[in-house]
Each structure stands twice: as structure tokens, then as C-alpha cells.
């Protein structure tokens, strides 16, 4: 599936997007940054995951992490 993610520019925010969905089992298979500025990047994640509840825990963690600030799946 792909998640749209916002997060501060910041120091370690990437990395920690990206631990948020190894530690919940989802391999990213394609990321595009696809808009940054001094304060946000924007990112199309492609991350292969077992069923549609598997993506929503992934998507739920990610919009935990104090260092996103938004995900959503994107559909279609």
C-alpha cells in the first residue's frame, strides 16, 4: 500500500518514519519525497504489507510518532 507522510524537517524525523514501519513488520519497497522546504517533507511511501488491517496499525503508529506529523493511505 502507499502513505502519504508529512513530518517536520528535522534531524532524524526520516529515520524514524522509517523504524516506525520496520518495527511494525512492513517492508518500504519505493519512497518519493515529493515536496521540501525548510519546515516539511512530504513523502509517497510504498510499503508491502500482509492485508488491509496491516497497513491501518502501520498508518496508526505512524501518526503516533511524535516526529510525523500526518500519514494517511492513499488509495487507487
Given at each position: ?57 502501520i ?18
Open positions: 500500500g502507499r502513505v502519504h507522510i508529512s513530518m517536520p524537517n528535522e534531524t532524524g524525523a526520516l529515520a524514524n518514519a522509517c523504524s516506525v514501519i520496520a518495527r511494525h513488520e512492513g517492508n518500504i519497497s519505493n519512497l518519493k519525497i515529493t515536496n521540501r522546504s525548510t519546515l516539511v517533507f512530504e513523502m509517497l511511501v510504498d510499503v508491502e504489507v500482509r492485508d488491509a488491517r496491516h497497513m491501518m496499525n498508518v496508526t503508529a505512524l501518526n503516533a510518532s511524535p516526529q510525523v506529523a500526518n500519514a494517511d493511505r492513499v488509495r487507487g
